[in-house]
């Protein structure tokens, strides 16, 4: 009998022990789920300085606007040469609120979205110019005060190897000034901080700076791509910015509204974790002020590029006089007169010439802060825009499709150079393009140097001396009085395509 109470006794305290053990077991897993979620929710909501986004656009100066190039243009020259080789009418809608939620969950809201590190090209990095980065759907977490774009997965991809790239969301990636981003995939949703805002729409990380206050570089380097990346929105973008410039948001303010509803966010100061169904990070240069279509969403071109600021600048005319239809109407030319280097000497005698010819001529000098509003306007009333091979011939995107754009090009063996910053994108624009070359004689270096120096003589051999000199000479210390009886015949060509 006591070996058998002893029997119950070990039975009872042995079923006693299996009931505790899943309890402690239990009790064990719920306290380190909760000690996991609690550091996480502490990182994602620590105070924020900058959750109330200041609008930028308040702090244009417009001391800083204007559309003619300055001295230090010149900037980042050997930056520049990097990539010298690979040269080859509605209101704007009132800016709305972002449709966003305040959150402090893994994503709810997101579609089922299975990604693998191992075979989703997110970043490209192979294009000469531009790295740039798309994450499709799924959910992305971005955080700008780290830098960081998180790609989370919808379940854990543990034996995976997450990729993790750094982008420098600037049209050209050799530009060494601009900061990186960190565009990384996280192997499980436990990985990531929590949402503190929600967005329906996606979001475009890019960086101004590097090239931006020379006229030229501000369409080239951001305008142009950003219409590339944007305008398949609809305006339904969110625009995450890093080093944000406040003058130059001011300057294009139009633009920039065009493109998105929303405020801007200053990227670097943004301690939030936003939360989107797709991030795009960096601009994709195609070329130089210019787009491809077989690689623009939406096949965009640059001639709709050209009537998008149409568009948006409320410009009235679409295409250019036609002499065939009103013989007794003169054309109008503009002759944009540089205040520095490469400038006409002879501008009034050009004009001359010009009126001699059957044009109404009007020389502009475009100050550094004249409002692109006003100046656009002020293009688009003209026929044929003449100008010397610089920053002021950007304002062609202004001008009427099949409008004539004369570039007149200095010494010293150029032309390459000018047909791809000007003379490719003018015809992709579907303008009228005719070039003019300066000849020895016609410029100031002749005066300068004398016929027997280099710089005369053998261009090709100050080329062969790297960027710099070029920059120096021809582009730097060059002026030119142009032959106006060798002019002549350009003039009469403009006039000849107006006809058509």
Known sequence: ????????????????????????????????????????????????????????????????????????????????????????????????????????????????FKQSPTNIPICNTHNPLSDTCDTQKGDIRTHGTSSSILIVPKFSTEGNVPQEWRIRPYSRKHMTSIKEVTVKQLNSPQEAPLCTVDYKHPALVFALGGLIGNYWHDFTDVLV?????????????????????????????????????????????????????????GLEMHKEFSIDPSRAPNGYSMADFTKFLRSTFNLQRDHPIRLSENPDVKPRLMIIDRTNYRKFNNTQEIARLAERLGFETIIADPKFNLGVDEFAKTVNSFDVLLGAHGAGLTNCVFLPTNAVVIQVVPYGNLEHMAKVDFGDPIVDMKLNYLEYSISAEESTLMDIYGKDHPVIKDPISIHQSGWDKVAEYYLGKQDMRVNVDRFAPTLLKARELLNK
């Open 1 to 112: 009998m006591g070996e058998l109470k002893m029997m119950k006794n070990l039975s009872k305290a042995w079923f006693q022990g299996s009931l505790a053990l899943p309890f402690l077991l239990g009790f064990f897993f719920v306290l380190f789920t909760y000690l996991t979620v609690s550091h996480q929710f502490a990182y994602s909501q620590t105070p924020s300085t900058h959750a109330i986004q200041t609008n930028p656009f308040k702090d244009a100066t417009p001391a800083k606007q204007g559309n003619e190039r300055r001295t230090e243009d010149l900037k980042d020259k050997d930056e520049t040469a990097k990539v010298q080789s690979h040269r080859d009418p509605s209101p704007i809608p009132k800016i709305e609120k972002n449709d966003t939620s305040n959150s402090n969950h893994f994503g709810e809201n997101f579609e089922n």
């Open 225 to 281: 791509p950003l219409f590339i990346a944007s305008r398949q929105f609809d305006r339904k973008v969110q625009f995450l910015i890093t080093n944000i410039q406040p003058w130059w948001l001011g300057k294009y303010e139009k633009i920039i509204r065009a493109l998105s509803r929303y405020e801007v966010i200053d990227f670097d100061k943004d301690n939030q974790v936003r939360c989107f169904s797709r991030v795009l990070v």
